[in-house]
């Protein structure tokens, strides 16, 4: 699976931001007929042609979407020549199957340093039944940084992910169904079509805003609200057309955060040496570099194969579509991953709730678990991600981190909770770990920068740009030395019982290792996200 915790509506157009073409006969152009394939056409020039849909029926296949901010075209055709056809045009740069096999944020914005509170609407908030079960938001002090702020109504965090519950009671008051989007087949269809049928999403939105009612779990921003965006299907791919369009949405409806808890499929890392890869990698930096200009801030989380993303040497699992045909490769940092290592993206690593031996003592450091990815220049902070091995710590019994969950959907370790509303109403939550779980701790610390520091009169976004949020983050964060000391082994009764932590190496057979000073280094970035320090520097 390729989710990073991987332990009938109209379709919406934006003005005249989105087109989105109509069927269009199959040409007279050589070629035979094939099984029907999704392509990315990406032109030149950051901008398509006003003939694209013309263009593209000449060559045998139908337009789906056309994002013409940034010169991507989604099309689908079974015509074995279709791509043959489209590069005799010299407009356009490449034409890609989208899923066929084949440092980041940038300097520190002083401007945060220096920022006032802003004029958006805020409000408190207490914590909920669940509460004494959230280490977690005790871990990044949430809970003591909602009696300053719950976050702002005037926020909005698109998450995007493989949809949301609209009927958990935990997240319903929250939800904007309005802008929630499914993007699934690079087109974006409005509102309900979100739904989320794998239920990753839901609880990576749990943990970005749950809602303060008095009954289950509170969100690290229980008062901001969270849009839908399903570019991962039931299955839990993420395939170039459902990310680009996801990413295309949050800029074309202004939203203020993204949460990113996947890698694109099929490639765990895109390379530039690859043709293909290498377009696919272009085209969706375009979609998330139009997305940062509207105002929108990225966060993305790290991956969980404990691999060093700075310096990645070797990849066993791409293509992981279809599936089966994966293969061995060496590969270098000409290598990323996507959309953790685009420019202006927050890298995310996670983190348990055991404390790390480095000689200092401070309560405040945590030992980077077990499968968490990590890199100089794409890790920026940490967060709680959970770790069953070894990160069970006095608060946290079984290492994982509880979030909602949809009560159709199978839980290994779930809890059930009763809202009263109406009575006996089954409400779920369940435990998972890995970095998609702190990945959404990141980008509710976000939404509460925004909801606290936001100025409605700002003309980015009308609430506060991006590099300013980043740097709010990182700035206040709890710095974490590299440990001196790693865990003998696992906890007990756990599979990896007696089993040194040391002994998890990365994909190439090589120890992890932890690179850096106190400041900054490569297992947790600039340090842990700390709520309280970030609505109150």
Same mark, same amino acid.
């Given at each position: 699976?390729?989710? !990073? ?8 157009? &934006? ?5 989105? @073409? %109509?069927? $269009? *006969?199959? =040409? ?25 849909? !013309? ?8 337009? &789906? ?5 940034? @010169? %991507?075209? $989604? *099309?689908? =055709? ?46 408190? *908030? ?412």
């Amino acid at each position: 699976m390729r989710l !990073a915790h991987k332990v009938t509506s109209s379709v919406a157009v &934006v003005g005249a931001l989105c087109l989105f @073409g %109509v069927p $269009v *006969a199959s =040409s007279t152009t050589s070629g035979s007929t094939g099984a029907e394939q999704t392509y990315l056409v990406m032109y030149k020039a950051e901008s398509s042609a006003g003939d694209a849909a !013309a263009k593209i029926g000449a060559a045998g296949g139908t337009l &789906v979407a056309n994002y013409h901010q940034i @010169g %991507v075209v $989604v *099309a689908r =055709s079974t015509n074995t020549a279709f791509a043959a056809n489209l590069e005799k045009d010299s407009r356009i740069e490449g034409v890609s199957v989208s899923n066929k096999p084949i440092a980041q944020v940038g300097p520190l914005d002083s401007e945060s340093a220096t920022a006032q509170p802003g004029d958006l609407p805020n409000s408190p *908030a207490t914590p909920d039944s669940l509460a004494p079960l959230q280490w977690d938001m005790r871990q990044i002090h949430a809970f003591e940084a909602h009696a300053v702020t719950g976050g702002s109504q005037a926020v909005l965090v698109g998450d995007i992910d493989t949809g949301i519950d609209f009927n958990h009671p935990d997240l319903r008051a929250n939800i904007d169904v309005a802008n929630s989007v499914n993007c699934l087949s690079g087109a974006p269809v409005a509102g309900l079509a979100a739904q989320d049928d794998n239920g990753h999403g839901t609880h990576t939105a749990g943990t970005i805003a749950a809602a303060d009612n008095g009954f289950g779990i509170t969100g690290v921003a229980p008062n901001v609200k969270v849009a839908g965006i399903k570019s991962g299907n039931a299955a839990g791919y993420f395939f170039p057309e459902a990310t680009i369009c996801g990413f295309m949405w949050a800029g074309t409806h202004h939203m203020d955060v993204t949460n990113n808890s996947y890698y694109m499929d099929p490639w765990l890392y895109n390379c530039r040496n690859d043709a293909e890869q290498r377009m696919l990698w272009k085209a969706t930096q375009r979609a998330v570099n139009f997305a940062t200009k509207q105002g929108t801030t990225h966060v993305a989380s790290q991956g969980n194969d404990s691999d060093d993303r700075a310096h990645p040497t070797f990849d066993a699992s791409s293509p992981d579509w279809p599936p089966g045909t994966e293969v061995e490769r060496d590969i270098t940092n000409a290598c990323v991953e996507i959309p953790l290592e685009l420019p202006g993206v927050i890298g995310v690593t996670a983190v348990g709730n055991t404390k790390q031996v480095d000689g200092n003592n401070d309560p405040n450091e945590y030992l980077k678990s077990y499968y968490s990815s990590y890199g100089v220049g794409v890790a920026e902070v940490t967060a709680p991600g959970g770790d069953f091995y070894y990160g069970r710590g006095t608060e946290a019994v079984n290492g994982l981190v509880l979030s909602t969950w949809p009560s159709t959907l199978p839980c290994t370790r779930s809890v059930k909770e009763d809202p009263g509303t109406p009575p006996g109403a089954a409400t779920t939550y369940c435990y998972l770990q890995g970095t998609s779980m702190a990945g959404p701790h990141a980008a509710g610390v976000a939404a509460l920068i925004i909801s606290r520091y936001g100025d409605l009169s700002s003309p980015q976004n009308g609430k506060m740009r991006p590099g300013a949020v980043a740097a709010a983050m990182q700035q206040t964060a709890d710095p974490q030395p590299c440990p001196t000391e790693l865990p003998a082994s696992g906890a007990a009764g756990t599979g990896l019982f007696g089993v040194p932590y040391a002994a998890i190496t990365r994909p190439d057979g090589s120890p992890q290792e932890c690179q850096g000073g106190e400041g900054y280094n490569s297992w947790y970035g600039s340090g842990q996200i700390n709520a309280l320090s970030a609505v109150t520097r």
